[in-house]
Every structure is written in structure tokens, then in C-alpha cells.
């Protein structure tokens, strides 16, 4: 897999700088959809589960994958699509007839991070328009967190994993160049997304 990165800050700036709680100040709660039974009991139990951003790159369900999550391009051989083309300067040796896969992201996130994903219940976010999509996208089993609890989750989770956790509303765009850990397709705003994060791991 080929890496080509284009920018110059580190993961925890970018974070900072681009996450917007404008949402979060005017949330009742967030909320967690489970689609399998037993995901949800294991929540109820106390286990939560962070995945990396590259599990939804390559996933193929309907809403919950993203092909360009957390980075500028993502293509992969076996999941079809056009292959990108691109123009080199000056001599190379890269030889881009064989690749299998090409991964295009920032310097800003030379690293991505674990990563969990509820939906932000706000009084003017538009949150009850999207209800029956979420549902069908990511199951009928659901977890709310008053938005009050928010930071003593985060706790929670940090007392008991040991990694420190970052959390924040998920920007959307309609620029690709802005695509980040925090900024997704406007495609996605129907999903009010609101991430936790913690630690890093390769981008691939």
C-alpha cells in the first residue's frame, strides 16, 4: 500500500482545531444504535467497543462504511471502482501498474485513532428526520447518553482502559481536501455524528 501525505500538523492539533461542539451545547443526549443483540447486552454489561477508521473503509454495509473515512482517497482492488491515475515529477521508481490499494491522507493524521460513534438528539439539528435511516442503517438496539454525562463517560472510559480519550461532533463538507478523523462528506450530516477517540494506530 502506498502512503502520499500532503500537510504539516499533528494528530492532537488537528483534533483540537477542527472539532465543533456547536451541536454538542444544544444536545439533549447522544445516542448509540447497535444493530446485533448481543453487541448491545455486551454494552449494558460494560464492554465498549473503539474501532478503527480503516474497518470502515473497508466496510460494505450501508451507512456505516466509508471509503474515504479519515483520509483524502481510499482505493482498494477488491472492492472495485476507478483506479486513481497520477502524474509524477520527475523520476520515480514507484511502479503504479501493480498496486493493490492506495490510502491518500494529511500529514496533520499521519495516525489514525480507535474511534467510537454515537448521533447527537438536538432541539434544532434535524435529529428526527434522520431516525428511520439511522435505524435501518445501524439497528434497531439503542443507548442514550445525557449530554450532561458526556465527560464522565469519557472517564469512565479512560479510568479503565488507561488511554486518554478525545471526543467531539463530527464536522461535515463538500470539500474532499478537508476529510479528517473529524470532517466527513456532507453525504453523512444525516447521521449527526458525535465520535469518542483514544490512542493512535496505523493508518492502514
Known amino acids: 500500500m502506498y502512503s502520499i501525505i500532503n500537510h504539516t500538523q499533528n494528530l492532537l492539533t488537528a483534533l483540537d482545531h477542527n472539532m465543533s461542539n456547536r451541536d454538542l451545547n444544544s444536545a439533549f443526549a447522544l445516542i448509540k444504535f447497535f444493530s446485533k443483540k448481543e453487541h448491545y447486552l455486551s454494552f449494558l454489561n460494560g464492554n465498549t467497543l473503539f474501532r478503527t477508521p480503516h474497518y470502515y473503509r473497508t466496510c460494505e454495509d450501508v451507512g456505516r462504511g466509508d471509503r474515504n473515512e479519515s483520509c483524502l482517497l481510499f482505493w482498494g ?18 511502479d503504479f501498474e501493480t498496486y493493490e490499494s492506495v ?47 458526556i465527560a464522565k463517560y469519557a472517564k469512565l472510559v479512560e479510568k479503565h482502559s488507561g488511554s486518554k480519550i478525545t471526543y467531539g461532533a463530527i464536522r461535515y463538507s463538500e470539500n474532499p481536501k478537508e476529510r479528517s478523523l473529524t470532517v466527513k462528506d456532507t453525504k453523512f450530516s444525516y447521521q449527526k455524528e458525535f465520535r469518542f477517540y483514544t490512542g493512535q494506530c496505523a493508518k492502514d
Open 103 to 149: 490510502l491518500i491522507y494529511p500529514t496533520t493524521e499521519q495516525n489514525d485513532s480507535w474511534m467510537q460513534s454515537w448521533a447527537i438528539m438536538g432541539p434544532h439539528n434535524g435529529f428526527e428526520h434522520s431516525l428511520e435511516q439511522l435505524q435501518e442503517e445501524f439497528g434497531f438496539y439503542f443507548v442514550v447518553l445525557p449530554a450532561k454525562n
Open 77 to 94: 482492488k477488491k472492492f472495485g471502482g476507478q483506479k486513481p491515475k497520477f502524474e509524477l515529477i520527475g523520476n520515480s521508481n514507484l
